[in-house]
């Protein structure tokens, strides 16, 4: 998924002349630097630093041993027309919820405007969707097959969903526990401080659940195998 998410679409397919000079984008190198910012806060846990050490090391290996990428013909696109101008606006979607609506909770948490728990709670989300977002440049950069760039979203997507469930867990937890001890705050105060992180959880869950059974397994990854097999069918 280009656009700064991950998920969702391939990226811009190049002309052959152009394919041997791909680099990593800004949007990429920003989301890496996010990702080392979470990890020096102390937010992220090593589980989750571990499983992005883990897929450094295993997308490689996936990409020399199972899927190897064509050594002639670039890879076919997977959508065109107006599938592409549709995923476009998904992708829009997906950046405001998965990564500027995380991105301004956390902000608001560690500036002592919100919740520092719920900021606690968020940032492995953030964190783990910012390192997609750089593996997925670098699969693309890197000339890897569709199968393995497919795999990156498929991967994170699935490991995030217990990782957001997390986040919603604790928001609930935290909103029941402080509901009613903040006896020196008002009403819309309390919603303003407890109300966010819940409804962005939640918004969250339903977006990625939806891309992950309604779309990436369904749709996105059937059509990556039949035009990676089709390809080498038609190159034998």
């Not at 656009?3 to 890496?32: I, M, T, Y």
């Not at 090593?46 to 890879?75: G, Q």
């Not at 992708?91 to 405001?96: F, S």
């Not at 990436?216 to 035009?227: E, G, I, M, Q, T």
Request: glycine share 8%.
């Amino acid at each position: 998924m280009s656009g700064g998410v991950g998920d969702v679409r391939q990226p811009k397919e190049e002309d052959p002349a152009a394919h041997r000079h791909r680099f990593l984008s800004f949007r990429h190198l920003n989301v890496l630097a996010v990702a080392t910012v979470l990890s020096a806060t102390g937010m992220v846990p090593l589980a989750d630093l571990a499983f992005f050490a883990f897929s450094l090391a295993y997308v490689p290996l996936l990409a020399r041993f199972a899927f190897p990428a064509a050594a002639t013909a670039p890879e076919p696109p997977v959508f065109s027309g107006r599938e592409t101008r549709a995923l476009g606006r998904y992708v829009l979607l997906g950046a405001a919820v998965g990564l500027l609506g995380p991105t301004a909770y956390i902000l608001a948490g560690v500036l002592g405007f919100g919740s520092r728990e719920g900021s606690a709670a968020a940032a492995p989300h953030l964190f783990l969707l910012s390192c997609q977002v750089f593996m997925e440049g670098v699969t693309f950069a890197g000339h890897f097959s569709l199968p393995v760039r497919a795999f990156v979203p498929v991967f994170y997507n699935s490991k995030r969903m217990f990782t957001i469930a997390d986040w919603l867990r604790a928001e609930m937890e935290a909103a029941a526990a402080e509901g009613e001890e903040q006896e020196g705050l008002t009403t819309w105060r309390r919603r303003l401080l407890l109300h966010p992180g819940r409804w962005l959880a939640m918004a969250n869950l339903v977006f990625w659940a939806f891309n992950l059974f309604c779309f990436l397994l369904p749709v996105y990854v059937p059509r990556v195998f039949k035009r990676y097999y089709g390809q080498k069918l038609n190159t034998s």
